[in-house]
């Protein structure tokens, strides 16, 4: 369906106060979701340090997942997960259990401010096959200004390559490669959200992940230490930044498109250092708050929330 876009006031009787109500609605998720994964490189961080990758993510998409389904119950909405279609318990796969390991596994050798940088390429490679399977979602005109706009901003951010030798290309590697992973999803869940609710395609993707994960993970659970601290930051992980983050990601991904919501990730470093200055007492240098500025650009632009002035009023697809 396609929703009017906002525009100059009282130039189009069509425009709807529901339509308006949505358009409002965008910087308030994006600023939610972004302040919810923003903390989970933090929690990922910490946890690593005694829980190996593929049990510390066992724990956040059974956690999770049980609280979702939770959710689903006093909903009445349980039924749901027997009505979804196969593809959402493959979802699992590409927005979880892949992406999920490699960023644990990459922060195990770079910072996480840097993981929340590499995986800011993920509306790099939503524009990118969106070319060949979403038409609809390639970025024009000032939304791709935007997404190049952000790039800079990532990379000004960056400021240098990543340290720790072969081991830190690697590390970033795999967050890129994780990065490919969500982009795939996005676009992806965007087909299914259109006929299945967001929390339980949720539900469904982390109950598709558990089930891939499930002997990596038990595999892998006899070489790590399971700290009170590590424990308490996984629980956060999957409590806060899956099946809280999940619900607000898909009601974005529903009303906003593949395009608009993935830009939700350009915010994730300035939102890493922000976390990085108020908890572990970090300095900012001019480079981070000018890639910060940026960022903030490349979002307000990549989401159409600035425009130039138009006689003509574009649209917004809210599938």
């Known amino acids: 369906m396609a929703v009017p876009a906002r525009g100059v006031a009282g130039s189009d009787p069509g425009l709807t106060p ?4 949505v358009a409002q609605r965008y910087p308030t998720l994006v600023a ?3 302040l919810l ?3 989970s490189y933090l929690f990922i ?31 009445g909405e349980l ?11 493959v979802l699992g796969l590409f927005n979880s259990a892949i992406p999920f390991t490699l960023i644990a596994w990459g922060e ?3 910072s996480s401010g840097l993981a929340a940088v590499a995986n800011a390429s993920v509306p790099i490679f939503v524009a990118l096959l969106a070319v060949r399977f979403r038409p609809d979602e390639r970025p024009r005109g000032l939304r791709a200004l935007g997404v190049f706009l952000g790039i800079g901003g990532v990379a000004l951010l960056t400021g240098v390559s990543p340290g720790g030798g072969w081991l830190g290309v690697a590390g970033t590697a795999a967050v890129v490669l994780a990065s490919i992973s969500y982009a795939i999803s996005t676009l992806y869940g965007q087909h299914l959200v259109r006929g299945v609710t967001g929390p339980v395609l949720s539900t469904t993707a982390l109950v598709g992940a558990t089930a891939v994960m499930l002997p990596f993970g038990l595999a892998q659970a006899s ?3 399971f700290t009170w601290p590590a424990l308490g930051c996984v629980l956060a992980l999957a409590l806060l930044g899956t ?5 607000v990601w898909f009601r974005l991904l529903r009303r906003y498109g593949a395009a608009r919501a993935s830009l939700v990730t350009y915010l994730l470093p300035a939102t890493a250092l922000v976390y990085g200055v108020v908890l572990l007492h970090e300095r900012v240098t001019g480079a981070e708050l000018g890639g910060f500025a940026l960022i903030l650009g490349g979002v307000a632009l990549g989401s159409g929330a600035v425009r130039l002035p138009s006689r003509s009023l574009g649209v917004t697809q809210a599938p």
């Open 18 to 21: 529901y339509s308006d109500r």
């Open 32 to 34: 939610a979701l972004s």
């Open 37 to 39: 994964w923003g903390a």
């Open 45 to 75: 961080k910490v946890a690593g340090r005694d829980i190996q990758p593929a049990t510390m993510m066992l724990i956040r998409v059974v956690v999770a997942g049980a609280a979702l389904a939770l959710l689903l119950a006093r909903r």
């Open 79 to 89: 039924r749901g997960l027997l009505e979804a279609p196969r593809g959402a318990y």
């Open 108 to 110: 195990r050798h770079i």
């Open 223 to 225: 070489s790590s230490r």
């Open 243 to 247: 099946a809280a983050a999940q619900v």
